[in-house]
């Protein structure tokens, strides 16, 4: 059964670095990979899709990687901003085509 | 940029009652969700719905659950009898084609059943 984690649970940091959120996948047979953004209250906002042939994806600041055979996914997020705070969750697309959710790192950016 | 909408964005009712939560995807999207969110837990997925059908659903998803795209614009899903342990955000997706496109979110609805 695939099993996503989240390291570290919560992260703050000052406002300007760049920084690197952590997902792992416990099988490495995946369509793809997902990394969203949670505000409170909020819906999920998609930030990245990583397909299972690709190795990382970039949108502006953020930058998102992949290595499927071990079985991790980072997001950097380069030259932090206040505006950067959320909760950020990687989801994986499984062999049976769901999405199975890790539990999400809350990120404080301090001024 | 086009929205997902999700409509009420909190509703409260009692156990036993029947809730229906309304969604408005994206209008050139083919494939929609329901997700939901237990307090502080992880997201789940409850179903998935192409071509006018349940595609994919989740334990989660029993016979209390249905699902309904009664016109061409609005996705809903109904609880026939709720529980206590229902009460969560529910959230509505849609994507334009199947695994390999993003999903877009509504800003989901909270569930509190006293």
């Known amino acids: 059964k695939q099993e996503v984690t989240q390291i570290p649970a919560?992260?703050?940091?000052?406002?300007?670095?760049n920084l690197v959120l952590n997902c792992s996948f416990t099988d490495s047979a995946i369509y793809n990979l997902q990394w969203f953004r949670q505000d409170p209250g909020k819906g999920l906002t998609s930030l990245l899709l990583i397909q299972s042939s690709q190795?990382?994806?970039?949108?502006?600041?953020?930058?998102?990687?992949?290595?499927?055979?071990?079985?991790?996914?980072t997001l950097y997020i380069a030259a932090s901003q206040p505006g950067d705070s959320a909760t950020y969750l990687c989801a994986v697309r499984d062999s049976n085509y769901q999405l199975i959710w890790g539990a999400g790192t809350k990120l404080i950016i301090k001024p | 940029e086009p929205e997902v909408t999700q409509t009420p964005s909190h509703q409260v009712t009692q156990m036993g009652q029947e809730v229906i939560l309304r969604c408005v995807p994206i209008s050139n999207h083919l494939y929609f969700?329901?997700?939901?969110?237990?307090?502080?837990?992880?997201v789940e997925f409850l179903v998935s719905f192409y071509n006018n059908e349940i595609s994919e659903k989740s334990e989660i998803f029993d016979d209390q659950f249905s699902v309904e795209r009664?016109?061409?614009?609005?996705?809903?899903?109904?609880?026939?009898?709720?529980?206590?342990e229902d009460s969560a955000m529910y959230f509505c997706a849609s994507s334009p084609e199947g695994v390999n496109s993003p999903l877009h979110f509504g800003n989901g609805t909270r569930l509190t059943v006293t």
């Open chain 1, 55 to 73: 190795r990382e994806q970039t949108s502006g600041r953020l930058n998102a990687s992949l290595d499927k055979s071990s079985g991790r996914s």
């Open chain 1, 10 to 17: 919560a992260l703050s940091v000052p406002e300007g670095e």
């Open chain 2, 33 to 42: 969700y329901w997700y939901r969110q237990i307090l502080g837990q992880k």
């Open chain 2, 70 to 84: 009664p016109d061409g614009s609005n996705f809903t899903l109904k609880i026939r009898s709720t529980k206590l």
